[in-house]
């Protein structure tokens, strides 16, 4: 009889600090969550908008804009005016930089079926970029848009 009241001290004697350890822990403060950390701007004022590829596309004067969304991927609105004679779909790409000219990031995105004379706003996503952006260059290639006519079905 003995020797089990040895064992049962000889737990109780280890596990106590241990409890009481856990119970001080869990009686303590609640952990701080910092909620006003300070992150850099995601773009400047006045991001400079440079376009390239195809000419029968423009980017109006303030047609580019941007923001992260809810799992701070980043989004590029591009508002796209189509000059060309017919219908056509636009694949979009925009390169982000930051004021040293780095690149930082990229998103790309497509419109289909922009008609002649049309506009058109494209979502384009990427990653978050890695600085603030100073600078975007906007690429687009347009093909003709697939045709409206449904082919029979066999």
């Known amino acids: 009889m003995r020797v089990h009241t040895r064992r049962v ?3 109780r004697h280890l596990l106590a600090p241990l409890a009481g350890g856990l119970l001080l822990t869990a009686c303590g403060d609640p952990p701080v969550v910092d909620q006003a950390t300070t992150r850099p701007p995601l773009a400047v004022p006045n991001v400079v908008v440079t376009q390239t590829g195809d ?9 580019v804009s941007f923001r992260l969304d809810a799992a701070r991927l980043l989004v590029v609105d ?3 005016r189509s000059t060309a004679p017919t219908p056509r779909m636009m694949v979009v790409r925009a390169s982000v930089y930051d004021s040293a000219g780095r690149l930082i990031g990229d ?3 497509a419109a289909i079926s922009v008609p002649p004379g049309g506009e058109t706003t494209v979502e384009l996503s990427g990653p978050t970029p890695a600085a603030t952006i100073a600078a975007v260059t906007v690429e687009v290639h347009t093909v003709a848009a697939p045709s409206s006519v449904a082919s029979p079905s066999p």
């Open 55 to 63: 000419t029968d596309v423009a980017v109006p004067p303030g047609g």
């Open 9 to 11: 001290r000889t737990w």
């Open 78 to 80: 591009v508002r796209l």
């Open 107 to 109: 998103a790309s995105g």
